[in-house]
């Protein structure tokens, strides 16, 4: 199996390539030195060009040769040299990707047939849901949370516009799963939440409209996150990013991904699933190989043991969301 968990990250072609090349044996003789190198952390990519904060000092990079085709995304912590004073018109080189401590996918879809890393090392999936307006979507929540246990990130659920409505249904819903949740509003305060994210790398997600530039503007007042900070990488005016762009937060990171809708979800097997319910997964050893889990699965123990009452219904009713949630590729309903 490709996967590990705990170790929350997955290996892929990508990965092992970038690892590959950014070990410590050189590939080549010729391989040049790097000895002054200095580590950064990528926080936006645009068209081969790489932002990475270096020391504080934001610094605009190209991917050297040898690094081959291994992809850099926002999260890496890499090793740049060159000219690293972030004056305009440099361009420093980032030489070596470290290895990654977690990595979130995004779905393939119609303008890109690839799954992709779209995030690395990130620890938080703060998943923005608004209360109203655009009614809740459990289904992209679900979809999210088993991305989030699956790259080994832990989630978080910030439900917004509670001045349009009660939280009190999906909070009910996703009582059983543990997952923490902060209720926001536009008069509320933020501090729970500034809490939760100060010192984490947090990656937000959500669907169009919930809200999540209002939220970003206000935990990082003067982001204009409509313009984009990846303009300031190419010069290039004006344009709607659709890339992941990292913003320093308190001693931690804040990640924004806007236009990433969908995670890849097509890797994870229902045991995966299964294996975050520790207290369902005794039961799930008594199912045929394969077993969905579902209420129309044949023989499935899961099924057997909340008839006979040895199981807490509001978790198997979880599981059975979550696992319903891989099937399908969309994730942003039309409406
Ligand atoms: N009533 C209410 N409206 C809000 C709240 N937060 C944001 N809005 C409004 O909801 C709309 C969408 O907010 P955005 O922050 O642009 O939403 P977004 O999630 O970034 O949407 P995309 O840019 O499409 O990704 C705007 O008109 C906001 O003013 C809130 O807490 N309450
Ligand atoms: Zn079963």
């Known amino acids: ?13 990508d990965d092992i390539r970038v690892r590959a090349r950014g070990g410590s044996k050189p590939r080549t003789r010729n391989r040049p030195k790097h000895e002054g190198a200095v580590e950064g952390m990528v ?19 190209m991917k050297a040769r040898e690094l081959g085709r291994g992809s850099i995304v926002v999260g890496d912590r890499v090793d740049v040299v060159g000219d690293l004073s972030g004056r305009a018109d440099t361009l420093a ?39 109203a307006d655009p009614a809740p979507q459990p289904r992209f929540v679900d979809r999210c949370l088993v ?24 909070v009910r819903v996703y009582e059983p799963l543990g997952v ?22 947090t990656v937000l997600v959500g669907s169009s409209g919930v809200g999540k530039s209002t939220l970003v503007n206000r935990l990082v007042p003067g982001t204009d996150r409509a313009v984009g900070h990846v303009n300031a990488v190419t010069g290039r005016g004006r344009h709607t990013s659709t890339s992941a762009a990292a913003l320093p937060f308190e001693g931690g990171w804040l990640i924004d991904t806007p236009g990433v809708r969908s995670f ?13 319910f520790a207290d369902l997964a005794e039961a799930a050893e008594g199912c045929p190989p394969g077993c969905a889990h579902q209420p129309d699965a044949v023989d499935c123990a899961v099924g057997a043991a909340l008839g006979r009452g040895e199981l807490d219904p509001a978790r198997v009713a979880s599981l059975r969301r979550l696992l319903a949630s891989r099937e399908g590729d969309t994730d942003e309903p039309e409406a």
């Open 1 to 13: 199996m490709s996967r590990t968990r705990g170790g929350g990250r997955h290996l892929d072609e």
């Open 43 to 61: 926080t936006a990519v645009d068209r081969g060009r790489y932002r990475c904060l270096v020391d504080g000092v934001p610094v605009v990079a």
């Open 93 to 131: 080189r980032v030489v070596r990707v470290r290895d990654r401590g977690s990595v979130l996918r995004r779905t393939a879809d119609d303008t890109d047939p690839v799954e992709r890393v779209i995030v690395a090392n990130a620890d938080q999936l703060a998943i923005v849901c608004a209360l």
């Open 147 to 170: 991305a989030a246990y699956d790259a080994g990130l832990s989630p978080l659920l910030c439900l917004t516009k509670a001045d349009l409505a009660a939280p009190d249904e999906l």
């Open 180 to 201: 923490p949740f902060e209720v926001l509003s536009p008069e509320g305060g933020l501090e729970g939440l500034r809490e939760r994210l100060s010192g984490r790398t």
């Open 264 to 276: 890849g979800l097509a890797h994870i097997s229902p045991e995966d699933i299964v294996a975050g």
